[in-house]
């Protein structure tokens, strides 16, 4: 990940806002679940909270997380509120400038060409983060999560806003459709 120094340069002047007040708040201790009411939902990024807008930033912290790293939540907002938001954050993070966001922030991450690709590489690693449709494809809110393979099946991190734990799954298709699917990443 860059360095905080480096991140703040090329950061918009509304993210170091949202930095300079999130650096006060509760840090993360493991896993984030519940992005409601877990210890970062005050956290802001854009014009809101994470309890409403943050599930990106915290499937991209217990990605990382969980691939062994030791993520800082505050810097990981100030990147994607800097480089990934749709409308300020009203509509959360856009997932079509995920990948350009990870490349500003050196998160070493690889892109799914689809979802099968998906779905057959998280077969075989550790850690990635999905983006998908609750609903209706197209007509409903996008949701982000990491996905941790437990080997018997699959751990998915902030499933739901008012779940403390992870929800277990025997596979992707078990909570995320193909066409739900928008997009995913591996975390390295």
Same mark, same amino acid.
């Given at each position: 990940m860059i360095a905080k120094d480096e991140l703040l340069k090329i950061a918009s002047a509304k993210a170091k806002r949202n930095y300079e007040k999130n650096i006060r708040l509760?840090?993360?201790?493991?896993?984030?679940?519940?992005?409601? +009411?877990?210890?970062? +939902?005050?956290?802001? %990024?854009?014009?809101?909270s994470v309890s409403f807008n943050g599930c990106a930033p915290i499937a991209v912290y217990n990605a990382l997380y969980a691939a062994g790293h030791n993520p800082d939540?505050?810097?990981?907002? *100030?990147?994607?509120?800097?480089?990934? *938001?749709? %409308?300020?954050?009203?509509l959360g993070t856009d997932p079509k400038k995920l990948e350009d966001c990870f490349a500003k922030c050196r998160i070493a991450a690889v892109k799914a060409k689809d979802y099968t690709?998906?779905?057959n590489v998280m077969g075989a690693v550790k850690?990635?983060?999905?983006?998908?449709?609750?609903?209706?494809?197209?007509? +409903?809110?996008?949701?982000f999560a990491a996905v941790i393979n437990c080997g018997e099946g699959y751990?998915?991190?902030?499933?739901?806003?008012?779940?403390?734990?992870?929800?277990?799954?025997r596979g992707i298709k078990d909570f995320c459709p193909k066409e739900s699917y928008v997009c995913g990443f591996f975390i390295n």
């Open positions: 509760r840090k993360p201790a493991g896993l984030i679940n519940g992005q409601k +009411s877990c210890n970062v +939902s005050k956290h802001r %990024m854009g014009i809101a939540f505050s810097l990981i907002t *100030l990147g994607i509120d800097s480089f990934a *938001l749709r %409308m300020g954050g009203l690709d998906f779905v850690v990635g983060i999905i983006c998908y449709w609750v609903a209706k494809p197209k007509k +409903s809110l996008l949701h751990d998915v991190c902030n499933r739901f806003s008012n779940r403390k734990k992870p929800s277990r799954v």
